[in-house]
């Protein structure tokens, strides 16, 4: 643990202080003694690799040789119950996460994120939190878990800057540069992050092979997605004005214009051959900003406080997409006077309006808490369609579209936690969310409207017999609603006979997840079960009278899964630290669609090692060897193929640990290949992707001032909304 003061561990010393002072000082000289007293408490323990509480597993970082050195995606990585991979990260049995840092929620995604953490040094996180079921304090939004970074809290009169930059090289080169600064002094603190990066993101290639009844069709697309300049921030502004009252200010913003080039060629093998190729580019500029204001005041010594958060956010997108398609005949004789030439496009604004209480009062043996929060969500969405055949651009007025959204919720909860014994704690919650929604086609002349209130119940019980063994149950019910874009029934148009849309009457969905874990010393073990009814997901359209492909979002399965996961880190030598990860699970699809099979179920497993030595005594020079393989799967109606990677890196540290060097080598035998087979009106279609994944990485980064900062604990109140936009 960091020697820092734990007010916990100096009751008892300070107890005779306290009993003097107030028999023989004054006021002003007891505040003057008792400071002294806590300036020279130090607390030397060790805690634990993992624990775990009564809802959360705590993986303390700073006790990690893995994380030792590194970042946030490094510490990440070796951090039970979290899969981390292509940067991406999930909880297992999760189809989703939102991260945090110290309880505040990070508005990122993609590239963002990883950006973001890659700069988070690993020295500077005190330990990473694992919630697979958020209890009623959070939204009840998605399927997903949180996984809350906790950095380290410094004393005051603290400072700390470090810069970072990245080269990364596959098929094409990608630069990235972060700066970050934290003060703080006297109460006051400021932190922010700024972070470009420019240069393709990523080569991607897309094979489809659709098995029709009387034709063969072949398409492979070869995407280039180029980031001019990407560029996102991260300021705050926090003041404690006294002991018990604080408050501050946070900015996060992001701008990005992507350039993609696409090439389409699409055979189709019949009694006539035929070829499509369809050359497009697109310019993607996106835009969001949200300000978060927070407030604390602490209502007594126990650590009770009230928290209140508002938010604003708005986020803007515009897409312009020009194709054009020539066909040839016999694969190689253009056919003239037969072109497609077009231009879609597409403007979305979204903004939010949020606000939210929070109140925890801690008591003796329990505590409780309680809240409430408002959301207003606009979505307004422009979608145009032009036809350039003739050379003079003619808007198409049915395949164009202006599509309003409003969201309203309303959300109140409450949650009691209850210790016992020195083994027995459990944790109670109730939530209800009540959502009004409507949505406006202006060119079907139509409008959605939708109401619905629901409760969602949170339990967890925890049994710990010693130190060494744990033993924990939990429940909760979670919604899903549909992202913005899924609502709008926009058409959009990849050539004349494919397309894509959205869907007005999506309804969101409910999940019920139990859960059973057994924690002992370093080593994890959960026994899971899932159940949902009326998921949504895309659904490819095909039919055997011709070569259309429709894609559009539809309510159509129910989805059970139950699995076995375990985690176990060891060190077979010394300076050898290895994670091991391995998950078993069956899952079972139930489709309506009468086009498809009814019911569609596996089992399937996922298996990661993750190892780490350090090469020398002082714990400077780091080589690390990571390798995961996913059996396959079933995602929705698609059945997945099996995949894996083998990741292998080296990390330096010089100057006292200040400067940082590292060189990472992914996906080095190229098996990250994304692989699904489906079935819709007997036809069978196959699909593969591949993002270019194989690629070296080297990083650089330099760090001056104290490696510790203070942090706050702030989470803004619309953060779901926030997900849901992207």
């Known amino acids: 643990m960091q020697n820092v003061f734990n007010p916990i561990f100096c009751i008892i010393p300070l107890m005779s202080v306290f ?13 003057k003694i008792v400071e002294q007293q806590i300036k020279e408490v130090e607390i030397t323990a060790n805690k634990k690799l993992i624990e775990r509480k009564v809802d959360r597993l705590v993986f303390n970082v700073e006790n990690s040789v893995s994380a030792a050195g590194g970042d946030a995606i490094d510490a990440l990585k070796v951090t039970p119950g979290l899969r981390v991979q292509n940067d991406q990260i999930s909880i297992v049995g999760k189809s989703g996460v939102s991260v945090m840092v110290d309880d505040r929620i990070l508005q990122l995604s993609g590239d963002d994120l990883t950006n973001y953490l890659k700069s988070l040094p690993a020295d500077n996180i005190k330990s990473i ?173 126990l650590g009770s406080n009230i928290t209140f958060n508002a938010d604003y956010f708005d986020y803007e997108a515009d897409s312009q997409r020009f194709f054009e398609t020539k066909q040839y005949d016999d694969f190689i004789n253009y056919i003239p006077n037969n072109d497609y030439t077009a231009e879609n496009g597409s403007n979305q604004k979204i903004k939010n309006y949020a606000a939210q209480v929070d109140v925890e009062q801690k008591f003796k043996n329990f505590e409780i808490s309680y809240g409430g929060k408002i959301s207003y969500t606009e979505n307004n969405s422009d979608i145009n369609f032009y036809d350039l055949n003739s050379g003079t651009p003619i808007l198409e007025t049915d395949k164009s579209d202006v599509f309003d959204y409003t969201e309203n919720i309303y959300a109140v909860y409450l949650s009691g936690n209850r ?116 998921n949504y997901d895309q659904v490819n359209y095909l039919s055997n009278d011709n070569i259309n492909s429709a894609t559009k979002y539809e309510n159509y399965y129910n989805e059970l899964s139950f699995g076995i996961a375990s985690d176990y880190t060891f060190h077979p030598f010394k300076n050898w630290e290895s994670y091991n990860s391995a998950d078993i699970y069956y899952k079972k699809i139930e489709s309506r669609l009468p086009q498809t099979l009814p019911s569609f179920s596996k089992w399937s497993a996922y298996l990661e090692t993750d ?116």
Do not use: C
């Open 611 to 726: 190892n780490t030595y350090a090469l020398n005594k002082n714990k400077t020079l780091f080589i690390s060897l990571n390798y995961w393989y996913q059996f396959p799967e079933y995602y929705s109606i698609h059945e997945m193929k099996g995949r894996s990677s083998l990741d292998l890196g080296m990390r330096l540290l010089f100057l006292d640990k200040s400067l940082q060097m590292s060189i990472y080598a992914s996906d080095i035998f190229r098996t990250l290949k994304m692989k699904n087979t489906s079935s819709f009106n007997g036809i069978i279609n196959h699909f593969q992707n591949y993002e270019d994944r194989q690629s070296v990485r080297l990083s650089v980064k330099y760090t001056i001032g104290k490696n510790n900062f203070k942090s706050k604990n702030i989470k803004s109140s619309n953060e779901e909304e926030k997900r849901r936009a992207n």
């Open 419 to 534: 210790k016992w014994n020195e083994h027995w704690e459990t944790k109670i919650g109730l939530r209800l969310e009540d959502t009004k929604t409507e949505g406006f086609s202006h060119n079907l002349n139509q409008t959605n409207k939708n109401h619905y209130s629901q409760l969602f119940p949170t339990l967890y019980v925890v049994y710990k017999p010693n130190d060494n063994h744990s033993i924990n149950f939990n429940y909760g019910k979670r919604i899903s609603r549909p992202y913005y874009n899924s609502l709008n029934p926009f058409v959009r148009y990849i050539n004349q006979y494919t397309t894509s849309q959205g869907n007005p009457f999506l309804q969101p969905y409910y999940i019920h997840n139990f859960e059973l874990n057994y924690n002992y010393k370093e080593w994890t073990s959960s026994i899971y079960f899932s159940k949902s009814k009326n």
């Open 129 to 301: 939190e694992v919630i697979t079921t958020p209890p009623a304090k959070y939204d009840a939004e998605g399927n997903s878990g949180i996984v809350n970074i906790v950095l380290k809290k410094a004393k005051r009169n603290n400072w700390n800057a470090s810069i970072n930059t990245s080269l990364r090289q596959s098929k094409y080169t990608q630069e990235s540069q972060s700066a970050n600064l934290t003060y703080n002094k006297n109460g006051f603190s400021v932190y922010g992050n700024l972070s470009h990066s420019d240069g393709v993101a990523f080569y991607r290639t897309e094979e489809n092979n659709i098995e029709y009844a009387d034709k063969f069709y072949h398409s492979l697309s070869k995407i280039k997605n180029d980031y001019g300049a990407n560029i996102s921030s991260n300021i705050g502004l926090d003041y404690d004005f006294s002991k018990k009252f604080s408050a501050g200010v946070q900015y996060l913003g992001n701008r990005n214009n992507i350039i993609v080039d696409e090439q389409n060629d699409a055979k189709v093998y019949s009694q006539q051959n035929y070829l499509l190729q369809t050359l497009s580019d697109s310019e993607r500029k996106r835009n969001n900003n949200s300000l978060n204001f927070h407030t604390s005041y602490k209502l007594d010594s």
């Open 19 to 31: 009993s003097y002072a107030q028999e023989k000082k004054p006021q002003d000289s007891i505040n």
